[in-house]
């Protein structure tokens, strides 16, 4: 965790991250995702860091933000495209179920279908 004197500067970045996708919505989603990121992932390396190293953990803080930062908005597109995937399955198994007579579905038509989607 963070030291007591950087949890104040945590908490307002958190704030303003709310308030932001508060008011902002959905156009500034992706920064609200980098922004709670960076304060993540500055945690858990500053955590890393011995509380009296004062340089190691500003550099633990701002690599491991930046990263944390990163590893959320990719998380974001690997959430639009799982989610596809499953409505790409789900419409293989709707159909198939409609036509194949309860069966189940073709692999090679869900796996289709899933990348379509």
């Known amino acids: 965790m963070l030291p007591h004197s950087y949890e104040l500067p945590a908490a307002i970045l958190i704030v303003l991250g709310g308030t932001l996708a508060c008011f902002a919505g959905y156009r500034l989603f992706k920064v609200v995702l980098g922004i709670y990121g960076f304060v993540l992932g500055a945690m858990l390396a500053s955590s890393m860091m011995g509380a ?4 190691g953990m500003i550099v633990a803080a701002l690599v491991g933000g930046l990263a944390g930062a990163l590893l959320l908005m990719f998380a974001y597109f690997i959430g639009i495209a799982l989610v596809g995937a499953g409505l790409g399955a789900f ?18 038509a869900v796996i289709v279908l899933s990348i379509l989607g």
Do not use: C, I, L, Q
Not at 52 to 55: A, C, D, L, R, V
Not at 91 to 105: E, I, L, R, T
């Open 52 to 55: 009296t190293n004062t340089t």
């Open 91 to 108: 419409v293989a198994h709707m159909a198939w179920g409609s036509v194949g007579k309860g069966a189940d579905p073709p692999a090679v």
